[in-house]
């Protein structure tokens, strides 16, 4: 049944749990194979199943999500806040399977389609952003980090109205932030900078994450595409200037990063030995303009759209700033004029 990494072979045609028929694939991750299904059960209604890799680390993982996702779906019975309905789960030949509502495009696959290089429509990002932020605002009532927030993992409904943040797979309860810094946590490119730093984290990991989400599917580019850690520092601080002394002093993997003066190193390899060496940024000034970017090659903007597209830069200017204790709260992002001003206001 299995294939050599532990992925269920699961075939068109296939009934699982004897009520679930299959009839499409949707996607792959890490730790799963999703597929598309119609449920006898209930009404032939179309189910999505999250099928886990059988393999001792994934199932762990597998019942941590499962719990996330039981704690945010019961404290929002009437789902309101954009997280991921699971229906119920089961067992499949030694799988773990998940059963969620049927979704369409997660929204790394709109942009693709939809977006190339240019973005979505600056409304289609207003509603978005507003319904990321109103899901970070559930999750941290529920005293949850999702901690892996990407394009790939939010989905949008058939008419994408409707978005849903998905894969709880590294979600993790705040108690957990205390056990020490782990340098990996979310994908690269969406990774705040107390992570790399191995600054204790809170609930503005996943702001950051989001903000990065929403300049890239505004803009149809990847705001921060680091190769490394170290690269990801020094993006960083091109937009940004120099790292707040404070925060890099509160890092567990500080040296790795800044000399005694708090002047950030970079590893740049010496293009004919191809060694590592480190250099000191000394003079970091900022050589990016958010505001130019996210205009960006949009022609004939209105001047409402350009009123919406400054108060976009702002609101990401204040989600990106580099010390975590003085980013913009959730509560107040949702009441930034960007989220609560409509398009349609001359
Ligand atoms: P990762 O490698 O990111 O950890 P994973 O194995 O945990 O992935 P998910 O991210 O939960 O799996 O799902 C993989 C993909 O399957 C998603 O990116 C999405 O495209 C698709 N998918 C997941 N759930 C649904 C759903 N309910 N409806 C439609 N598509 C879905
Ligand atoms: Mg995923
Ligand atoms: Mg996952």
């Known amino acids: ?64 999500e499962l719990q996330m996702l039981k704690r945010l779906n019961e404290a929002d019975k009437e789902d309101r806040f954009h997280c991921l309905r699971l229906r119920r789960d089961f067992e499949h030949k030694g799988h773990l399977c998940m059963v969620f509502e049927h979704l369409g495009m997660n929204l790394r696959e709109l942009l693709q ?70 340098p990996y946590l979310v994908s690269r490119f969406y990774r705040a900078p107390e992570i790399i730093l191995g600054v204790k984290v809170d609930y503005g990991i996943d702001l950051w994450s989001v903000a990065v989400t929403i300049f890239e599917i505004f803009t149809g580019k990847i705001l921060f595409p680091g190769k490394t850690n170290n690269d990801m520092m020094k993006l960083f601080c ?59 090659k949009q022609q004939n903007l209105s001047p409402t759209e350009h009123r919406k597209v400054g108060q976009l830069r702002d609101l990401l200017d204040r989600a990106l700033t580099l010390d975590p204790a003085k980013r913009i709260g959730i509560g107040e992002a949702l009441r930034h004029a960007f989220i609560v001003e409509s398009l349609n206001s001359a």
């Open 238 to 296: 091109e937009l940004k200037g120099r790292f707040p002394k404070k925060v890099a002093k509160s890092g567990a993997f500080r040296q790795s990063y800044f000399d005694d003066q708090y002047n950030l190193l970079h590893v740049v390899k010496d293009k004919v030995t191809e060694k590592e060496k480190l250099v000191v940024l000394k003079n970091v000034t900022v050589e990016r303009d958010l505001l130019r970017e996210l205009i960006g």
């Open 1 to 64: 049944w299995d294939d050599h990494e532990g992925y269920y072979r699961v075939r068109v045609g296939e009934t699982l749990d004897r009520r679930y028929s299959v009839f499409g694939f949707t996607g792959q991750g890490v730790f799963s194979n999703v597929v598309r299904a119609r449920d006898a059960g209930s009404d032939n209604a179309l189910v999505a199943i999250k099928i886990i890799r059988n393999n001792d680390l994934m199932r762990k993982t597998g019942m941590k």
């Open 113 to 182: 389609k939809y977006g190339r290089d240019v973005g979505l429509h600056l409304s289609a990002v207003h509603s978005y952003s507003k319904q990321l932020l109103l899901a970070l605002r559930h999750l941290k009532k529920c005293q949850i980090i999702h901690s892996d927030i990407k394009p790939d993992n939010i989905l949008v409904d058939e008419n994408k109205t409707t978005l849903k943040l998905c894969d709880f797979g590294s979600a993790l309860d705040i108690s957990e932030t205390s056990e020490g810094p782990t």
